[in-house]
């Protein structure tokens, strides 16, 4: 019998207005602590004799402890984990099932709280779609993702037509294996994933795998695909032999988030990185300085505040949008001189940081001079009739150790910079 408490009570609950069965399994040894009633009809028990058990009996995929430990890491790591299985009823008769896995904290101790959606009607009209050759020709055919069947034993690769489409090549093109075919249009800077994706899953630590990756098409341009596979066959000691898996294009979404992503980090007038994201990099190099010089390295990290003078006062006289081509004028100047590990970002009006990491202090120092004397003899002339000259006043701070932060190094940086605007502009100051 269950104790009352408001676990119980929150259990009981969902298990009256959720329709899907549910079952709560201690994490550290399997054992089955709730099933609901639905759970019971499900596998043609009661809840005191499935309580009795652990999950080994009732999970047909569940072979051993280590596989229920990597499981449960899975969990750990991805709280919202699901994957599809074959349960077994008192009867030994078969049910398969789809469980999506969350980590709960059950009566004191932690658990795995299983959702269980009956999926065998699906899964017969699957294996009939396996069967039928009709029906399995049109899927593969007409289906918008590509398909493809891995035999890991004879190692060959059975590939749909929409995978040669991917490609932009017919099937009657490839003159090497489909497998070959099929590795050597992968981007080359995207192989090293994919190929520990899949291995991690080969020798089973993952269920099924998902990865992203560029696909090279017959003209030469990427695309950006979506993989995903699971093994479907073993031999008799466990090993894989068979992997199937879907392929499909999501090159449009890709450049979607990527947009997304690069405004996110960026300033848009400029195209050098924002504030936000020149703060994730101040943060960094604060932290690789500090680990250095607690392990006896040099730590080497510079940072200059720059500041555009009588910037208000070309805006003023020439207008705002020849304001912003000077802005854009005075980034892709300062850009020409970063090497190596330095970062520039906007941080807000005519005023600009710029990160240096690896670089010896003096090394850097001697850039932001050269840097403040080349700037104030380069001409600006937008849509201006006549060119025009601006300066720049610069402030330098160097980190020395472990008391350094990032609102101590840039407050030293900007206080240098103000000192250069109070000696007379086109200059820079060192904190």
Sequence with gaps: MLEINPDNQLIQALSAYVNEAILIIKAEDAQCLYASPLACQYLQSCASNLQE???????KELSDFNQWQAYVSQIQIDNAHAHYTCFLRDDRSELSVEIRANWIRFQGVESI???????SARHIYEEKVLEDKV???????????GYWDWDLVENTLYLSPHCFHLMRINQNEVSCSVLEQWLNVIHPQDKKTAFQTIDNHV????????????LKQKGGEYIWVQGRGATVERDEDGN????????????????????????????ALTKVFNRKKGYEFFHEYLIQAQQSQRDGLPALFQIAVLDIDDFKRVNDQYGHLVGDALLQHFTDFVQSYIEGDMILARWGGEEFVLLSYGTRDMDFINLIDHLVKRYSSSTFKGDLAKPIHTSVSVGVACFKGEQDSI?????????????????????????
């Design 240 to 267: 894989p032999t068979r992997i199937l898996g879907a392929v499909i294009d999501i090159t449009e979404s890709e450049s979607t988030t990527q947009n997304l992503l690069w405004h996110s980090q960026h300033d």
């Design 203 to 214: 020798r089973g630590k993952t269920e099924r795998f998902k990865l992203k990756y560029r």
């Design 53 to 59: 058990n652990t999950l080994f009996e009732i999970d």
């Design 135 to 145: 029906l399995r020709t049109f899927t593969l055919r007409e289906a918008q993702d």
């Design 113 to 119: 709280l299983m959702t269980v959606r009956d999926v």
């Design 407 to 431: 609102a101590s190094l840039f407050k030293a940086a900007d206080q240098a910079m103000y000192q250069a605007k109070a000696e007379g502009k086109n200059t820079f100051c060192l904190a």
